[in-house]
């Protein structure tokens, strides 16, 4: 199901709501001063739909009490907003050091109206595949275009996961199998079914070479989690067609990784990155995790 953006807009091309959900979660943290805004995107406010910029601008207006509107966020939706942005946080640092340490291009599946290709530094003139439904890729690009920006090495590849393959479309845009590349699945796992998660990891091995970087984020089954969170976050998920489907726990996790030719390099959830990026708070609950794989031989870059 995708947004009803109002009548200026209802024949256009949408965002899928979990997207601008997303996005909307990283505009308001991005309009909090420092510390608070752990990583900052300036395009978040911009790509999303009005209603959904209206909390950010809002905290936006009162910077003074950032502390206070931190500690009540810890608090809303068992710190949902807190979670997407030290998620964020975690996945922009994997991007700087997979890039730092040698990988050429990157490939973002599901990548919904994420920004980092136009936000980051370290991916300046380097080739990013955003992989997505054709419906949300045109709504972001329509909406790039009429802010005027345009997007160096950022390539729009439509499709849909775990119906359509992988290597035809990535191929045909571009990708480079021979050269190693940095994967972010970020916020995806959990709508897809367990058989999807293997084939597709499978799939990225395939187009990987040794060394090779995957960030992957899962729901694991084990983390403590209120269970009136979960119930009311299945049921909205439900409600815009967007059903959980896989809780992972972590021998099934592991069992996937090294099925694929991956090596298991970390696994990090909220206490990880609260000690990393906010010291000295504590609390909060663990929604979401961020794992990262390396791919393993045969196959070397030429």
Known sequence: MFLDLGPARRNRDRPA?????????????????????????????????????LPARAVGMVPKLAPQIHEALGSLLAGWAQHIALRTAAIDDIVREAVGTGADQVVILGAGLDSRALRLSELRGMPVYEIDRPASLRYKADRLCELGVQVGGSTPVPMVLGIDSLAPALVAAGFRPGERSLWLVEGLSVYLTRDVIGTLLQEVSDLCVSGSIVALTYVRRDDPCPRWFRFLSRGVAFAVREPFRSLLDAGE??????????????????????????????????????????????RTAP
Do not use: H, M
């Open 17 to 53: 709501l979990t997207a601008a959900l997303v996005a909307g979660g990283r505009a308001i943290y991005s309009s909090l001063p420092p510390p608070y805004n752990v990583a900052p995107d300036p395009w978040a406010l911009a790509l999303i739909p009005t209603l959904f910029g």
């Open 253 to 298: 996790l592991r069992g996937f990784v090294q099925g694929a030719g991956f090596d298991l390099r970390s696994d990090e959830g909220r206490g990880d990155w609260v000690a990393r990026y906010w010291p000295g708070q504590t609390g909060g609950v663990v929604l979401e995790r961020v794992c990262v794989l390396e791919r393993l031989g045969p």
